[in-house]
């Protein structure tokens, strides 16, 4: 089977190939996303393999069945970007890996918490600067503090059980509750709670109609004063707009943010020779007490193999007419 693989990375030819790779797959690598502009090259392709910032949307998804492709295999979890209808009524089976390592983001998370805490990347800079002064890079203890975890599927849970082992207080929010985050001593309160008596606010649901925004300027007036938020779920989770005024103003103490609402058009790119046009994210990373990662906490090795063996996997058993892992 023909395999266009859009928005591949040297790191993601190295873990394909790494892979095992089933025999009647062949697997070429193509940098360009998949946009309407682009969607050509896939023509004769039978399984075009995507990422979360590929278009498929009804358009492009029309163009790909009418050029033959049958199958479209997601390397993410989330399926946001695609337009399911439009995929059913055109016969296009779309399958993706639901978990490759929950570690990986969860572990991000921490890593932005630990970074904005105790200023790590203005240390870094300070250094190398020949600035060894400490004035402004007072961090506070993790231990005793209140962290808020709006999602607790898999890695939410796993973000829970590290911040458990600092020695913090669990809340949580979750339509859907589970036993082993409750295990941990987390408490599931109704969302405005779960922000109101949280120092720390993580989030890890997937976005959809009923999350859009779901961090908003309502919602940021009802947190404590100071108060840090990390978002290693979807950019539009939040409304970046709202997030400024509240850094501006004190109410927001402290950003992480490793996806961007508007990060389709920018991430995954090298745009360091360029003015930044998105005046947004350019104000964003203006404050000291922000840290933006361009959607790398999916980036280690284990979850790099456990991506390519899992679309492996989805391809030759849809092939063999036995699927898995459907959307
Ligand atoms: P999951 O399906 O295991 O868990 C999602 C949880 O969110 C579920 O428990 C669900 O009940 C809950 N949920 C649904 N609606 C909610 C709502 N309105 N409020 C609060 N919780 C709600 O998914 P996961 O594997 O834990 O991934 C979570 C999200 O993380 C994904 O949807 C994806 O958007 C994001 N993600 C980001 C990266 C990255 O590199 N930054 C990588 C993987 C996944």
Redesign the pocket.
Known sequence: MRTLLYSSQTYDRESFLAADVPSDVELHFQPARLTLDTVALADQYEVVCAFINDDLGAPVLERLAAGGTRLIALRS??FNHVDLPAAKRLGLEVVRVP?YS?HA?AEHAVALIMSLNRHLHRAYNRTRDGDFTLHGLTGFDLVGKTVGV???????ATFARIMAGFGCRLLA????PAEQVEALGARYLPLEQVLAESQIISL????NE??RHLINRQSLSGMQRGAMLIN???GALVDTPALIEALKSGQLGYLGL??YEEEAQLFFEDRSDLPLQDDVLARLLTFPNVVVTA?Q??LTREALGAIAQTTLDNIRCWAAGTPQNQV
Do not use: E, N, S
């Open positions: 979890a989330g978990a929950p983001v709006v999602g607790t599927g898999q890695i939410g929010y979750d339509p859907c890890h649901c997937p976005l009923h999350t290693t779920g979807r490793d996806v959607h906490a999916f």
